[in-house]
C-alpha cells in the first residue's frame, strides 16, 4: 500500500522556538496533503488543507501565522510551528490523496505522526 | 458541532467474541465512511470502508453495516483477538475532508 512519512517522529524544543515537520508520500504524488493534531485521548482535528502548488487552506481557530504549511512538491508538505508555546504540545499528523488512483474515492495514507512537546 | 459521534469511549471483550463498534452521524451529506485502526504514537491505519449507497461491507474477520435513515454506522470484528485492541475511529467523508469521530479503545482480552 501507498505509504507516508513525516520527519522527526519525535521533537522537543524550548518555548519560543519554530520548529519543521516534513511530511512525504514515499511511492505515490498527493494531489492533497492534509495536517492534523491529536490531543490525549481525544479525536483529530484537521488543521489545514494543502495543494500542491496553491496556499493552505486553514480549518476555523487555526492561526495560519502560527501553523505554516507550504506544499513545494506532489510528494512534500511541511508544517512549521513558529514561535512554539507549550500549548502547542501535541500529536500532529499528516496524511496524503493518491493522485494516480481511479474511482469514485481517493483514500487517505497517513503517517506515523510527530510528538511534538514544547518546554 | 461534533457531525461524527463515537459514544463509547472503551469497549472491552473476550477473544473469540465479536466486537461491535458504533458510530453516529449527523450530515446527509457524507458519502462514504471508513474506519482506522490507532496505536499509541502512530498513525491511524486504514481498515475498511463502505460507500453511502452500499449497506454492508465485508472483508475478513471485518464487517461495516450502514444504516443510513438512522445515520448510523457499525464495525463487526469477529472472532476478535488480542491483536485488535487498539483505539478505532470512524470518519465521513463530505469529498473534500474527513470527518473523524472521538475513537473507542478495544480491548481484547485473552
Known amino acids: 500500500g501507498a505509504v507516508v512519512s513525516q520527519h522527526p517522529s519525535r521533537v522537543i524544543c524550548k518555548s519560543g522556538t519554530s520548529v519543521k515537520i516534513e511530511c512525504r508520500s514515499l511511492d505515490f504524488q498527493a494531489t492533497t496533503m492534509f495536517w492534523y493534531r491529536q490531543f490525549p485521548k481525544q479525536s483529530l482535528m484537521l488543521m489545514a488543507t494543502?495543494?500542491?502548488?496553491?496556499?493552505?487552506?486553514?480549518e476555523q481557530g487555526v492561526e495560519k501565522d502560527k501553523f505554516l504549511i507550504n506544499h513545494a512538491s506532489l510528494t512534500l508538505s511541511t508544517l512549521t510551528v513558529t514561535s512554539a508555546h507549550p500549548e502547542d504540545s501535541s500529536f500532529y499528523i499528516c496524511s496524503a490523496r493518491d493522485r494516480g488512483l481511479s474511482g469514485p474515492y481517493n483514500e487517505q495514507f497517513f503517517g506515523p505522526g510527530t510528538r511534538l512537546t514544547v518546554l | 458541532d461534533q457531525q461524527v459521534k463515537q459514544n463509547s469511549p472503551s469497549l472491552s471483550v473476550q477473544e473469540g467474541r465479536i466486537s461491535i463498534l458504533n458510530c453516529d452521524y449527523t450530515?446527509?451529506?457524507?458519502?462514504?465512511f471508513l474506519w482506522y485502526k490507532k496505536y499509541p504514537a502512530e498513525g491511524p491505519t486504514f481498515l475498511i470502508s463502505i460507500s453511502s449507497i452500499k449497506d454492508k461491507n465485508e472483508d475478513g474477520r471485518f464487517t461495516v453495516f450502514l444504516n443510513k435513515s438512522a445515520k448510523h454506522l457499525s464495525l463487526h470484528i469477529v472472532p476478535s483477538q488480542p491483536g485488535d485492541s487498539a483505539v478505532y475511529f470512524c470518519a465521513a467523508d463530505g469529498g473534500s475532508r474527513l470527518t473523524f469521530g472521538e475513537g473507542t479503545q478495544l480491548t481484547v482480552n485473552p
Open positions: 494543502s495543494n500542491e502548488g496553491s496556499k493552505a487552506t486553514y
Open positions: 450530515n446527509s451529506m457524507f458519502d462514504y
